[in-house]
C-alpha cells in the first residue's frame, strides 16, 4: 500500500535561513508524481511544488526545491532565504489510483511538518 | 485567478442532523474531490468525482456520505446524520483532469463542528 511519511513534526528557522522538510514514501509504481502541499493559518491548501518521478532533475520553484532520491524514495522540500510568510504547516502528498483505471488523482497525504519562521 | 469556493465556511451542527457542504470548483474542471481533515491530523482522501458518478471513495467514505453535482456549477458533500467524529474540515478539490500529473485546486475547507 503506498503510504507518505513526514518524520518531523515541527520544524523551526530563522528568517533568512535555509531549511529542510523530509518525506519518505512507499510505492510499487515506476513512474509517478509528487508535491508538497503548504497549509497557512488560513487552512488553504495551496500547491508549492510538483516533481515528475521519471525526471532525473530535481523541481525548482523559486526559493522552493527538492531533493528527489528516487532509489531511497525520498521527497525532501528546501526552502532558501526562509521569509516570514513561510510559516505554515507543509504536507508532502502522493497521488494515487486506489482501482485499476480508476482515477490517479486521490492524493495521500503526509502527516505534515510544522513550519516556524523566527524573525 | 480562477479558485475553488465553498460554503460555508463555518458549519455547527448537532449529531444527528443533515448538513449539505457546498463547493463551486473551477468552471472548466472535470475531477471533483472532497477531502478531510481532522484537527490536528493528516488531510484524507474521501472521494473523486467525475461525469456525474462517483470515481473512486475511500473507506471513510460510507453510506452516510453522498455527493452530487446539481447544476452545471455545484459540487456538493451530504452526511445524512452527522456524529461527533465527523468534526473536521472538509476540503473541495478540482483538477483538469484525473491523471496523477494535474494539479488539484483546493478550496479554502468548511470547519464542521458536531455537538
Known amino acids: 500500500a503506498q503510504t507518505v511519511t513526514q518524520s518531523q513534526p515541527e520544524m523551526s528557522v530563522q528568517e533568512a535561513e535555509t531549511v529542510t522538510l523530509s518525506c519518505t514514501y512507499d510505492t510499487s509504481e515506476s513512474d509517478y508524481y509528487l508535491f508538497w502541499y503548504k497549509q497557512p493559518p488560513s487552512r488553504q491548501m495551496i500547491l508549492v511544488i510538483r516533481q515528475e518521478a521519471y525526471k532525473q532533475q530535481n523541481a525548482t520553484e523559486n526559493r522552493f526545491s527538492v531533493n528527489f532520491q528516487k532509489a531511497a524514495k525520498s521527497f525532501s522540500l528546501k526552502i532558501s532565504d526562509s521569509q516570514l510568510g513561510d510559516a505554515a504547516m507543509y504536507f508532502c502528498a502522493y497521488p494515487y489510483a486506489m482501482n485499476y483505471g480508476g482515477s490517479q488523482g486521490n492524493l495521500i497525504f503526509g502527516k505534515g511538518t510544522k513550519l516556524s519562521v523566527k524573525p | 485567478e480562477p479558485e475553488v469556493t465553498q460554503t460555508p465556511s463555518h458549519q455547527v451542527t448537532q449529531m444527528g442532523q443533515e448538513v449539505i457542504l457546498r463547493c463551486v470548483p473551477i468552471?472548466?474542471?472535470?475531477?471533483f474531490y472532497w477531502y478531510r481533515q481532522i484537527l490536528g491530523q493528516k488531510v484524507e482522501f474521501l472521494v473523486s468525482?467525475?461525469?456525474?458518478?462517483?470515481?473512486?471513495k475511500s473507506e471513510i467514505f460510507d453510506d452516510q456520505f453522498s455527493v452530487e453535482r446539481p447544476d452545471g456549477s455545484n459540487f456538493t458533500l451530504k452526511i445524512r446524520s452527522t456524529k461527533l467524529e465527523d468534526s473536521a474540515m472538509y476540503f473541495c478539490?478540482?483538477?483538469?483532469?484525473?491523471?496523477?500529473?494535474?494539479?488539484?485546486?483546493f478550496g479554502p475547507g468548511t470547519r464542521l463542528t458536531v455537538t
Open positions: 478539490a478540482s483538477s483538469a483532469d484525473s491523471h496523477s500529473s494535474y494539479e488539484q485546486y
Open positions: 468552471s472548466n474542471h472535470l475531477y
Open positions: 468525482f467525475y461525469n456525474n458518478e462517483i470515481s473512486e
